[in-house]
């Protein structure tokens, strides 16, 4: 009891601790200020402060083009430093309004989320864990667990987070941190950087957040933080990854080229070449080799998600879900190192075909990848880029329109192409005309038949086209024209329709159809990630944007028949959304093998690698996924994926997802 008051003593005196924040009228306490940085841009702000005893209140908020949260939380803590009530109000990341409530009377529990309203029996040794709101439940977290004996702490009402690693850091300025490492929350470890009892900083992937008295450290945190971050995952690696000289493929049934299966086949795969393909039984096996058997599961080649913007844990899912090539479509500078990384099985992740650099302009709602202010520094950019390897440039929603047409000649001159979101006050008919070779998401083509006077850098690219999508006539003229327009440039089209079907069909408190057949299998914090209810709908808009998702559907099968080039990408949740991207192609009405093909030789081509990649052929790479179902009588078995082959190492699907906390589909 004694350290469980020591903490409490020491949870107050940190929030008069940082003499940065000044109290606001009606307070008890200084607020301590923290800077939210997205993608090395200030875009919001945390604070914090106490209003009685055990009582704090946290507000917290953040911009992203138009988008992010804005949360007002409170919360009161019994005296173990457990949660007895809590209160969050604000929007989420898309603005969806948020109304949380969780409270705690003798033994009974009682809450309000966007899932449910409910409650139920409660002990004095678990934590509510929040849908939504600021990073006071981490901090809050992180206290519980410093102070247990077993580094680890329950959830409620299920769940537990444990401390995985506490490292004492020496930083510059000569005050030493703690940076820990949780594991039970999220599929990805979360990092928090502690002084005392207090965070002083939350670093994830392009999101940090760094007290204020602490802000000139945050890159030599980041460093650190990476360097830590790069040994565990290639520890990770070095423990999954399944090396062999010589490995056999007993009696599989084989996704052709062309689309059709060749049943009871034996391949053997000598280090990362396809040696020899025969009739089950027929070849002779070398001595030492490792056996795989296929019998009653079918072998495809490894598949292609075909817009992906990669970091280092995102890899592991890439290849769990059978996944072993991918387009970046706008990263870092530094994405080269990554890819390298990915190819020595360093860190275990896709092989990257395709660099996109991203450029975007001047504005509120630029990219804040890569801004510049004028055209003669995208003309730079774009030379950049090329020094570096990069095989396109992506044009975002900020550009000017008058810049368009220069850059995809500079960058035409230099054999790159050009593709990305049409700005704003322009059509796709212009861009395309301009130069564009590809265009990214569904919604861009929708627009190229509203207003051009839409200012699509915000989210209204979303909500017109979730309002005026149905309307959409595919047997106008100016439709057609438009079909006319996209094969006359061999314009391709990259729909990424998934991240829409979440957008306009999910409602809040339900699980999105986009992510319902696997929520069950992942982590807490991505499981609530689902029940948020995509964009802010009421009921006169829920079955309009219904319908204007169904007319995006039949927009892709339109496409296929047509012979435009399209091709499955996610923009989103590695493996897990590429799966679902299928499903719905297939939905749309295009048959499954043709389905595949796009995934797989279609997408090879495309990238210029059908040489090597996309197809089982003898002399080519054995980039290999085993599927336990057949997915051209059912789309959804392609989630079945039980190992993945690539450059010469063998992958478990299950041993994958187990280290990130993830069930596997039989389980």
């Not at 507000?59 to 804005?70: A, F, I, L, M, N």
């Not at 450290?217 to 690696?237: G, P, V």
């Amino acid at each position: 009891m004694k350290n469980q008051l020591k903490l409490i003593i020491l949870l107050i005196y940190s929030f008069y601790s940082c003499s940065e924040g000044k109290p606001s009228k009606n307070d008890n306490s200084p607020a301590v200020e923290y800077d939210v940085i997205f993608r090395e841009n200030h875009a919001g702000t945390y604070k914090k402060w106490q209003t009685g005893k055990r009582q704090f209140k946290f507000q917290y908020s953040y911009s992203d083009r138009g988008r992010g949260p804005k949360y007002d939380e409170t919360i009161t803590l019994s005296p173990k430093n457990y949660i007895t009530s809590q209160t969050i109000t604000g929007v989420n990341y898309r603005k969806v309004k948020v109304n949380e409530h969780f409270s705690i009377k003798d033994t009974i529990a009682k809450w309000v989320n966007p899932k449910e309203i409910s409650e139920g029996s409660y002990n004095d040794d678990q934590l509510y864990f929040r849908y939504n709101g600021s990073p006071a439940a981490y901090e809050i977290i992180a206290q519980l667990l410093l102070a247990s004996h077993r580094n680890e702490i329950k959830l409620y009402p299920q769940g537990t987070v444990t401390l995985t690693e506490n490292k004492t850091i020496q930083l510059p300025d000569g005050n030493k941190s703690n940076l820990l490492m949780l594991k039970g929350l999220d599929m990805n470890p979360v990092y928090l950087w502690m002084k005392g009892t207090e965070m002083i900083a939350s670093i994830s992937g392009n999101l940090h957040v760094i007290r204020k008295d602490f802000k000139e450290l945050r890159l030599t945190l980041k460093k650190k933080q990476d360097s830590i971050e790069d040994i565990y995952l290639k520890n990770i690696a070095s423990k999954v990854s399944h090396s062999f000289d010589t490995l056999v493929i007993k009696n599989a049934t084989i996704f052709l080229e062309n689309g059709s299966l060749a049943p009871k086949q034996d391949v053997l795969v000598m280090g990362s070449i396809i040696s020899k393909i025969a009739p089950a039984n027929t070849l002779t096996i070398p001595k030492n080799a490792k056996i795989l058997d296929a019998s009653n599961k079918i072998l495809l080649p490894g598949m292609f998600d075909m817009h992906t913007h990669n970091n280092k844990f995102r890899g592991l899912l890439h290849i769990a879900g059978g996944i072993t090539s991918v387009r970046d479509l706008a990263n870092n500078k530094q994405l080269k190192q990554l890819s390298e990384q990915f190819n020595t099985n360093e860190i275990i992740g896709p092989r990257i075909v395709t660099f996109s650099g991203i450029i975007d302009g001047p504005g509120p709602f630029a990219n804040q990848r890569n801004v510049v202010n004028n055209l003669n520094e995208a003309l730079i950019e774009i030379q950049d880029y090329k020094n570096l390897g990069y095989d396109q440039i992506k044009l975002y929603s900020s550009i000017k329109p008058e810049w368009v047409r220069p850059l995809a000649k500079k960058a035409h001159e230099l054999e790159m192409r050009v593709s990305g979101h049409i700005p704003a006050f322009m059509t796709a008919s212009q861009a395309i005309e301009q130069g564009y070779n590809e265009i990214q998401h569904m919604n861009m083509l929708f627009l190229n038949f509203q207003s051009d006077t839409i200012d699509t850098r915000t989210p209204l690219r979303f909500t017109e086209v979730a309002k005026n999508g149905i309307d959409l006539d595919l047997n106008s003229s100016e439709y057609k024209n438009f079909i006319s327009l996209l094969k006359r440039n061999d314009v391709l089209i990259d729909p990424t329709i998934s991240i829409f079907e979440n957008m306009f069909i999910s409602k809040k408190g339900e699980p999105s159809p986009t992510y319902e057949k696997i929520m069950h299998r992942l982590p807490l914090i991505n499981q609530r990630l689902f029940y948020a209810g995509g964009l802010p709908k009421n009921a006169e808009t829920t079955p309009l944007y219904q319908e204007s998702f169904n007319k995006m559907l039949a927009v892709v099968k339109d496409l296929f028949q047509k012979n435009v080039s399209i091709t499955p990408g996610t923009d989103g949740l590695p493996g897990f959304l590429y799966h679902r991207e299928l499903e719905l192609y297939v939905k749309a009405g295009i048959p499954a093998n043709k389905v595949l093909q796009l995934a797989t030789i279609i997408a090879a081509e495309l990238t210029g690698v059908a040489h090597e990649y996309g197809s089982i052929e003898e002399g080519k790479k054995a980039d290999l996924i085993l599927i336990n179902g057949n997915p051209l009588e059912d789309i959804s078995a392609i989630r079945k994926v039980d190992c993945t082959i690539k450059e010469g190492k063998l992958f478990y699907a299950k041993e994958l997802y187990g280290t990130m906390g993830i069930k596997n589909y039989d389980q």
